[in-house]
C-alpha cells in the first residue's frame, strides 16, 4: 500500500539554524499539507498547498517558514531561522480529490 | 472559529472492558468528521470517517462512531478493547469549503491493561 515518508525521522537544529524537512506524498495526490505537534498539544495545521502554490496557511505559518514541491515528488518544508518553540513533531499528509489524508510517520524537531 | 474537544485526555481500561471516547465539534455547517489513531511509535492512521449517509460508521478493528448532528457530537466507540489498543485517539474535523484542513482535538491516551 502507498504511504506517505518523511526524512529525516529525527534532526536536532541549533537555534538560528536553517532546517529543511522533506516528504514524499502518495504518487497520485494532489493536495499536501504540513501539521505539527508540540509535545503534549493537539495536532495543529500549519499549511495546505495545491496547484504548485499555498491554498491557506495559519497563522502559525509565518515569513520564517516556506513549502516548495520542488520536483513533483518532494514536498518540503523550510523553517529560515528556528526558535526554541519550532521543537515539534512535523507532519507532513497528502490525498486525492475528496478522500481521507494520509499521514507521514514525522519528524521529530529539536531546537537547542 | 471551529474547534473540536476530546473530553477525556487519559483513559485506563483493562481488556475486554468497552469503550467511549467522546468528541465535539464547533461548526454550524456540514462537516466531514474522523477518528484518527497514533499507535506508539507509528504515525496517524485512519480509524473511520463521517461524509454524509448513515450517522453510525464503522471502522476498522471493531471501532465504530455515530455521528449526533443535534449534538456536534462524533464519539467512538469500541465494545471490548484489547491490550493492542493501546494508543492515542485523535478526533479532527473538516468543514466543507475550505481547503481540506483538518482540525484537531487534544487526543486521547488509552491504556488496556492485559
Known amino acids: 500500500e502507498p504511504e506517505v515518508t518523511q526524512t529525516p525521522s529525527h534532526q536536532v537544529t541549533q537555534m538560528g539554524q536553517e532546517v529543511i524537512l522533506r516528504c514524499v506524498p502518495i504518487?497520485?495526490?494532489?493536495?499536501f499539507y504540513w501539521y505539527r505537534q508540540i509535545l503534549g498539544q493537539k495536532v495543529e495545521f500549519l499549511v495546505s498547498?495545491?496547484?504548485?502554490?499555498?491554498?491557506?496557511k495559519s497563522e502559525i505559518f509565518d515569513d520564517q517558514f516556506s513549502v516548495e514541491r520542488p520536483d513533483g515528488s518532494n514536498f518540503t518544508l523550510k523553517i529560515r531561522s528556528t526558535k526554541l518553540e519550532d521543537s515539534a513533531m512535523y507532519f507532513c499528509a497528502s490525498r486525492q480529490v475528496a478522500d481521507t489524508q494520509y499521514f507521514g510517520p514525522g519528524t521529530r524537531l529539536t531546537v537547542l | 472559529a471551529q474547534s473540536v474537544s476530546q473530553h477525556n485526555h487519559h483513559v485506563i481500561l483493562s481488556e475486554a472492558a468497552s469503550l467511549e471516547l467522546g468528541c465535539n465539534y464547533s461548526?454550524?455547517?456540514?462537516?466531514?468528521l474522523f477518528w484518527y489513531v497514533q499507535y506508539p511509535g507509528q504515525h496517524l492512521q485512519l480509524l473511520l470517517k463521517?461524509?454524509?449517509?448513515?450517522?453510525l460508521v464503522k471502522g476498522i478493528k471493531g471501532f465504530e462512531a455515530e455521528f449526533i448532528k443535534s449534538k456536534f457530537s462524533f464519539n467512538l466507540r469500541k465494545p471490548s478493547v484489547q491490550w493492542s489498543d493501546t494508543a492515542e485517539y485523535f478526533c479532527?474535523?473538516?468543514?466543507?469549503?475550505?481547503?481540506?484542513?483538518?482540525?484537531f482535538g487534544q487526543g486521547t491516551t488509552l491504556q488496556v491493561k492485559p
Open positions: 498547498f495545491y496547484n504548485n502554490e499555498i491554498s491557506e
Open positions: 463521517y461524509f454524509s449517509g448513515d450517522p
Open positions: 461548526y454550524g455547517g456540514t462537516v466531514n
Open positions: 479532527a474535523v473538516i468543514s466543507s469549503g475550505n481547503t481540506g484542513k483538518l482540525i
Open positions: 504518487s497520485n495526490h494532489l493536495y
